[in-house]
């Protein structure tokens, strides 16, 4: 059935693997133990101790699987902003294809007869490494073979039998021993060489996504992104090949510009204008987006190119 699955969903860039449901007590003993050994702040406690969860929801069928997607993300795209008589050419990241897998997984899980429901509170790059789909970069994200690690996860849980039993280890790819790309390339310093927990209040794709002001001591190479952050995926070797810059550039006229940086919700705009918006994700990102536009316009006007390398 997995395979069915991927053959359904390979041609939006998704690709599967059946988890047996046993597997979950195992994953939750052993974020335990992790919560008790590592010293986390008070956010990574919180996603540990409150966002993740184990507890299997009430379903009119049994549960005995969990199905885990990874849906490539097409890299990237050069963004123009034309505003007040300037063109502003900004990076963004750009939505998958997560609508037509679901909507595939859902058409091929009814045809043979089963249900799913989803499993959105699961630790997922856990399950992707210890169900052997992907390992961990130093980085702190997933690499899926043949994939990198430009993706996002989903799961569904699912009464499909899955008869293997396959947990391992943690791991890291072997080349993160003597790679140091993402730890030299981090412009806010979050990944350490030493440890594989990125100090998450450094993270620039965290300070990208949160509303308020940027914090004093963020460098202004930092800046190059319409919202999240690219830097530790772009040089990344393990990437190469899967680093896609998508051919087209995606405009937006002055008039769209203001709309853009007056905020979501994006819910009243035309057609052709509303699909560009939800390509880039920019209606997923509304603390942060206008803040982060506006000030990549005031550095390009002091003269700054934002930069991906
Ligand atoms: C909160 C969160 C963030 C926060 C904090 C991240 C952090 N690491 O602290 C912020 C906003 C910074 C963030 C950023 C990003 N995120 Co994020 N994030 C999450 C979320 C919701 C929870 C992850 C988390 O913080 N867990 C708690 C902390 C304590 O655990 P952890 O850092 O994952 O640590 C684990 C490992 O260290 C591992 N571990 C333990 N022992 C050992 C030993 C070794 C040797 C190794 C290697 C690992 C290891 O176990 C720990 C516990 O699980 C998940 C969704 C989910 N449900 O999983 C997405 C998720 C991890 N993010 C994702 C993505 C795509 C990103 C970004 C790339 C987005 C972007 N383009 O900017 C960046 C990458 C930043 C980075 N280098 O980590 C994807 C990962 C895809 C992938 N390829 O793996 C996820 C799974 C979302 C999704 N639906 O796909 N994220």
């Not at 992707?128 to 130093?138: C, F, I, K, M, T």
């Not at 043949?146 to 080349?175: N, T």
Request: charged share 25%.
């Amino acid at each position: 059935m997995e395979r069915k699955i991927n053959g359904a969903i390979a041609k939006y860039g998704g690709r599967a693997k059946l988890v047996s449901v046993e597997c979950l007590p195992r994953l939750q003993e052993e974020i335990a133990k992790f919560r008790q050994q590592e010293k986390l702040n008070n956010f990574q406690n919180w996603i540990v101790s409150e966002l993740y969860s184990f507890e299997l929801p009430k379903t009119s069928f049994p549960i005995r699987s969990v199905i885990l997607i990874a849906e490539a993300r097409p890299g990237y795209a050069k963004v123009i902003l034309n505003y007040h008589g300037k063109s502003y050419v900004v990076f963004s990241l750009i939505a998958g294809k997560e609508k037509e897998i679901n909507s595939a997984l859902a058409a091929l899980i009814a045809t043979e007869g089963y249900h799913i429901v989803p499993a959105d509170r699961l630790p997922f790059k856990r399950l992707a490494v210890q169900s052997g789909l992907a390992v961990y970069g130093r980085n702190n994200i997933t690499y899926v073979n043949g994939m990198g690690s430009h993706l996002s996860y989903q799961a569904f849980y699912s009464d499909l039998p899955c008869e293997k039993f396959l947990w391992r280890e943690v791991c890291v790819a072997d080349i993160c021993e003597r790679c140091m790309a993402c730890v030299n390339h981090c412009p806010t310093g979050a990944i350490s060489k030493e440890h594989f927990l990125i100090d998450a209040s450094r993270c620039f794709s965290a300070l990208n996504e949160a509303g308020g002001e940027f914090p004093q001591w963020l460098p202004k190479s930092a800046h190059h992104t319409a919202y999240d952050c690219l830097k530790c995926q772009i040089c990344c070797p393990m990437n190469i090949g899967h680093n896609p810059e998508v051919p087209e550039e995606i405009c937006f006229n002055q008039n769209e510009t203001e709309r853009v940086l007056k905020g979501a919700p994006y819910d009243d705009l035309p057609d052709d204008f509303s699909q560009r918006i939800k390509r880039l994700g920019f209606d997923k990102w509304p603390d942060g987006l206008p803040r982060n536009l506006r000030t990549l316009f005031q550095l390009m006007d002091e003269g700054y190119a934002p930069k991906l390398y």
